[in-house]
């Protein structure tokens, strides 16, 4: 037992030296923004030495950051956004962190807030493996950022999962989770700007950080948030504090595209397993896919939001202009049944069920959305810094992601 504790511990020691820049990898992306070896024109090839899966993840992860470098890059030079470091007060030799918002934050009337999952993603990404898999438009936010500027939109793109400095020991003030750093942004930000629109779009573990954002802000957010589109979201109404007041909220200005079979198409209502938030498919049956799958209809949900905002006391009802019922049958009854319950039974059972942490049951949800692609996993997008993580399993991918739209 000791040589094997021995080997192992010299195994887990090892270090690779891997270059600093994509193009020392041999790799750039086209003009169609896919990622391709610069002699081959191939596809980016994950095993490299067949009988080293170490090496071959750890070659992964540093692609993955230098992609990760580029991405900054991308939203500071072609979006022309700022990156604003964390805390903005700290002191000298302090760890920060930072995210990303557009000049005109504190005087545009228009605000759009963009917010990925947990796990190794940084700010402007969906999903690191598509970037790598597929191309920039499915695993970025640009699309989303591009697209909220052509329509008045200020921009702020969060930066939740870096939480950690000094070798992922110290915690950022301020910034130490995901629903920390959205309270940080709110708080010292959003609040203070001039927005009267908001629109917030968020993946998978950001609808749990956007849930507690809205339930602790909940009076601006009927003031001020006008639509919330959620991918693929973790959130559970059970397990965080809500309120009759934050489910009203959700049923008349939310929605959430989830992953679904082929069976639902694009929009298609699905039935929600009783949680309050309208929910429809997004088109794909890949939890990280649904954010680009449906971006499309996050955009006209937005304009629909915005331009029925004054008129509709109830903005989920069907839309003259689409046929879609956003809320299924089973997700009304649910809500009118629960309006019924008296204030302090509605506390109890959310009181009872608090004991169960949030970070439990988005891990195994998500694990129960992926286990569809386990034919496809190779490696693992892990969240270093611990948090509950959006587990992505790397791989070549489909033959043809977009085919799924």
Not at 97 to 116: G, P
Not at 138 to 162: C, D, K, M, Y
Not at 250 to 269: E, H, K, T, V
Request: with cysteine; charged share 25%.
């Amino acid at each position: 037992m000791g040589n094997y504790l021995k080997n192992m511990s010299a195994k887990k020691s090892k270090e690779y030296t891997f270059p600093d820049t994509l193009e020392e990898f041999g790799y750039g992306f086209n003009d169609a923004g896919q990622l391709r070896h610069l002699e081959t024109k191939e596809p980016f090839q994950f095993q490299v030495r067949e009988d080293d899966l170490e090496y071959n993840q750890k070659r992964y992860e540093a692609m993955g950051e230098v992609i990760t470098d580029m991405v900054y890059s991308m939203m500071e030079k072609d979006t022309r956004l700022q990156r604003i470091s964390l805390p903005k007060d700290a002191k000298e030799n302090e760890p920060q962190t930072f995210f990303f918002m557009s000049n005109d934050i504190m005087t545009a009337r228009r605000l759009m807030i963009l917010i990925h999952g947990s796990g190794a993603v940084r700010a402007g990404q969906w999903a690191r493996k598509l970037i790598i898999n597929d191309c920039l438009d499915s695993g970025t936010q640009l699309p989303f950022i591009r697209w909220a500027q052509e329509h008045g939109f200020s921009v702020i793109v969060a930066n939740p999962n870096l939480n950690r400095a000094n070798g992922e020991r110290t915690l950022i003030r301020g910034n130490s989770s995901p629903e920390e750093h959205m309270e940080t942004l709110w708080t010292e930000y959003v609040a203070k700007s001039q927005a009267k629109d908001i629109a917030i779009v968020a993946h998978s573990y950001g609808g749990v950080s956007t849930m507690e954002l809205a339930e602790n802000h909940l009076e601006d957010f009927n003031k001020r948030v006008k639509a919330v589109a959620l991918t693929d979201s973790v959130h559970k109404f059970a397990h965080q504090k809500s309120s009759e007041q934050l489910i009203n909220f959700y049923q008349q200005r939310a929605r959430n595209w989830a992953s679904a079979g082929s069976q639902d198409p694009l929009d298609s209502p699905l039935d929600s397993r009783m949680d309050f938030c309208p929910t429809v498919s997004a088109g794909t049956d890949r939890h990280d896919y649904t954010s680009y799958s449906s971006m499309t209809s996050i955009f006209k949900f937005i304009e629909e939001q915005f331009s029925g905002s004054k008129k509709k006391t109830d903005s989920v009802n069907k839309s003259k202009s689409s046929s879609v019922d956003p809320v299924p049958k089973a997700e009304k009854d649910k809500a009118n049944e629960n309006v019924k319950k008296s204030t302090d039974s509605a506390a109890a059972a959310l009181e009872s069920s608090a004991g169960e942490t949030t970070e439990k049951e988005d891990t195994s949800n998500t694990q129960e959305m992926l286990s569809q692609q386990d034919t496809e996993a190779m490696s693992q997008d892990t969240n270093s810094q611990g948090a509950t993580s959006d587990i992505e399993m790397d791989s070549q991918g489909p033959t043809s992601p977009k085919s799924e739209l």
